[in-house]
């Protein structure tokens, strides 16, 4: 039997139903749901980068019971319901791409304004959301941009939106003379022993690091995400040798552990 999405969003109200519904279920709220959705997300994500697609259909089904959860509860609430969020969402997505819907149509076929690159969508994509921000009364260059992100993606998210207004550098070496600038304060704060001055300049330090990374165009959470992987299988690589040889870490020195670390380097390949 093959379900839609009408079975779903029935399913759902089914689960809330306050006389016959599920008990956890009917006692969710939307801030209960929070954590639960945030590890959706990196279950998510988790299979992606493992790159294990039998799985990706399971995680994203789960991904889209928690906003179809959300929906019910506001709907309950007499807010909203789902076929709002997808007519909303619909139309952001229409406006947003004018270079594919010139018309505002949906299922129009006109001329297209077609971008030329990436750059381009991008750039227009800022554009329309200045005046989206702008029509909500809500003219800070920075507004709309969630203080619960992570800190890595905020950081992009502030950049992008600075330069999107011109504070900005236009190359690169004064991005790598400001990187060079903050290691030389943390490492005067770190000489001063002042706590709290090391915590500022080092989130000094890793902003001016997001900024050469924007410059570079390569994401710093998936480029930080990445090398964490490669620690991961390299110290694994140590801990073998280790469980194979003495046994027992206190055995061995830094410097023999450290050739462990060079042999699982040697081992992989050069793009790993």
């Not at 010139?102 to 006109?110: A, I, K, N, V």
Request: with cysteine; net charge negative; charged share 30%.
């Amino acid at each position: 039997m093959s379900y839609s999405v009408k079975d779903l969003l029935h399913l759902m109200t089914r689960l809330r139903d306050p006389e016959n519904g599920c008990p956890w279920d009917r006692e969710q709220t939307y801030s209960s749901l929070v954590k639960y959705t945030l590890e959706e997300v990196y279950e998510v994500v988790d299979t992606l980068e493992r790159e294990d697609w039998p799985h990706l259909q399971d995680e994203l089904g789960d991904l889209l019971f928690q906003i179809v959860f959300y929906a019910e509860i506001a709907k309950e609430s007499s807010h909203f319901q789902f076929e709002d969020v997808i007519h909303q969402l619909v139309e952001k997505l229409i406006r947003r791409h004018p270079h594919v819907f010139p018309d505002g149509q949906l299922y129009s076929y006109g001329e297209f304004a077609v971008a030329k690159t990436q750059e381009d969508v991008q750039a227009s994509w800022e554009e329309i959301k200045r005046k989206e921000r702008a029509a909500k009364l809500r003219v800070g260059v920075l507004d709309e941009i969630p203080l619960a992100l992570p800190a890595l993606p905020r950081a992009v998210k502030l950049q992008k939106r600075a330069a999107s207004v011109g504070f900005d550098w236009t190359d690169i070496a004064p991005v790598i003379d400001k990187i060079e600038e903050e290691l030389a304060e943390l490492k005067d704060a770190i000489a001063s022993g002042n706590t709290a001055a090391i915590l500022d300049e080092m989130g000094d330090f890793l902003f001016a690091q997001v900024n050469l990374s924007r410059h570079l165009k390569v994401d710093p959470e998936t480029a930080l995400r990445s090398t964490n992987r490669k620690f991961e299988r390299r110290f694994r690589f140590v801990e073998t040798q280790v469980e194979q040889g003495k046994g027992d870490w206190h055995h061995y020195t830094l410097s023999e552990l450290d050739h462990f670390w060079n042999q699982a380097k040697q081992g992989e390949s050069p793009n790993e």
